[in-house]
């Protein structure tokens, strides 16, 4: 079982940056790959980015590939998505989620535990 929880989100100006942090408890959390994912009112939930459980292996969404960047410290059970040259587009609630699968996933079918969501503005 793991427990997910976001934090960081908050409301930024256009072009600026923010990180966003998912704190895990469980003790499998080191051994999960893990995921962004976003959702925008009126919209349906989209894929952001993934890392592998050692952190060596990176997905990213064409929409936020270059700008955005996931990372993850197994040893404080925590990942990271630090997000620069924000734009209005990127207004959501981000959730982190995690899977047991093998392979990195952009697919969120394939996540079995999810935090609550933060939410993030950007304004311009």
């Known amino acids: 079982q793991v427990q997910l929880v976001e934090s960081g989100g908050g409301l930024v100006q256009a072009g600026g940056s923010l990180k966003l942090s998912c704190a895990a408890s469980g003790r499998t959390f080191s051994s999960r790959n893990m995921g962004w994912f976003r959702q925008a009112p009126g919209k349906e939930r989209e894929f952001v980015a993934a890392i592998n459980w050692i952190g060596a292996r990176t997905l990213y969404a064409d929409s936020v590939k270059g700008r955005f960047t996931i990372s993850r410290d197994n040893g404080k059970n925590t990942m990271s998505l630090q997000m620069n040259s924000r734009k209005p587009k990127d207004t959501a609630v981000y959730y982190c989620?995690?899977?047991?699968?093998?392979?990195?996933?952009?697919?969120?079918?394939?996540?079995?535990?999810w935090g609550p969501g933060a939410q993030v503005t950007v304004s311009s």
């Open positions: 989620a995690a899977r047991a699968g093998l392979e990195i996933s952009d697919d969120q079918r394939e996540y079995d535990y």
